[in-house]
């Protein structure tokens, strides 16, 4: 559930899909217009310490201020006073990640009815008149590239199984998505279908051992998540069947990184986290500038295995700025 390298903004660089481009701009509303806020999914998580420490580098080369609040729980009920708080305090911009597609529409769009310019960053509201700027991976590819990653693994054959974290949550629902149907090109392969964990590691490792208990021949597992993954190598060291079932996880954050060294888990799809953090800060000072906005942004990714991890370093993600 997911700190990469930053991206220059002015030139697009390869990686950066532009999907569509609208001049949303208007006047700052905020109370500071120099100051901005990022609000991650969740505190202490090394994809969204990656991210902040992107969107820190920007807002200082940009002369931005920038701050960051996280909820302590991947949870909507608890980032929602975490948006409420910076609200009163009036920035004149803020990035956030939405940990529900639904359930946070209402506090972001009081956000934005105080004259506050919204930047969603990783996650999004399914409701896109909220923000003025969508940053986030194309999750979608990453649950295909995930899919033909693991068939490789397994010889395009037996049964395999997605675990996710909480439904609702626009990237990792859209990595399930994009796995589902990328797998279908295999007919070796047969889905056991999308379990969700609830963002928890332990109750990930729960759904393993009874998954094995019904299948004993799984042969691979798709976590879409760091609390997935993790759970999900619980499960399997549990079991006695590390290494024997192929696990590709989400995101490169140090433990992955060390799991993926140590064989625990196969392959990781790395995504562009601070990359991410950087064009948030570039659009929101865009809106608060009035210059134009891009709409939306997606970035790549990319399949890291243990024969080319040191060649893909640079996509590991941070602990600290």
Do not use: W
């Amino acid at each position: 559930m997911r700190n990469r390298v930053g991206v220059v903004f002015g030139a697009l660089v390869a990686g950066v899909l532009v999907v569509s481009c609208t001049g949303n701009v208007g006047d700052s509303g905020g109370g500071d217009s120099k100051k901005l806020v990022l609000i991650p999914g969740v505190a202490d998580e090394p994809f969204y310490i990656s991210m902040q420490c992107g969107a820190e580098a920007k807002a200082e080369e940009l002369g931005y201020e920038l701050s960051t609040q996280a909820p302590t729980k991947f949870d909507a009920a608890q980032q929602t006073p975490v948006l409420s708080g910076v609200v009163s305090n009036k920035p004149g911009g803020i990035l956030i990640a939405p940990t529900h597609a639904t359930a946070m529409a209402s506090p972001m769009k009081q956000a934005r009815d105080a004259g506050i310019k919204i930047i969603e960053v990783d996650t999004a509201l399914d409701d896109t008149s909220v923000a003025l700027s969508s940053i986030a991976s194309d999750n979608t590819k990453g649950g295909e590239l995930a899919a033909r990653t693991l068939a490789k693994l397994i010889g395009d054959k037996g049964p395999v199984l997605v675990i996710n974290t909480k439904a609702g949550t626009s990237t990792t629902d859209a990595r399930a998505q994009g796995f589902e149907a990328a797998v279908k090109a295999f007919p070796g392969i047969t889905s056991l279908g999308v379990q969700y964990n609830n963002n928890e590691a332990a109750q990930a490792a729960s759904i393993v051992t009874a998954t094995l208990a019904a299948h004993p021949d799984l042969a691979g597992i798709f976590a879409t998540n760091l609390s997935s993954a993790e759970g999900a190598a619980t499960g399997l060291r549990n079991a006695n069947k590390l290494g024997q079932v192929k696990l590709v996880g989400f995101d490169a954050s140090p433990k992955q990184v060390e799991d993926l060294k140590a064989g625990t888990v196969q392959a990781l799809i790395a995504q562009d986290p601070a990359g991410i953090g950087a064009q948030g800060v570039e659009q929101a000072a865009a809106a608060l500038e009035g210059k134009p906005v891009t709409r939306t942004l997606r970035t790549d990714m990319v399949a890291i295995t243990q024969s080319d991890m040191d060649a893909n370093a640079k996509y590991f993600y941070k602990r600290k700025c």
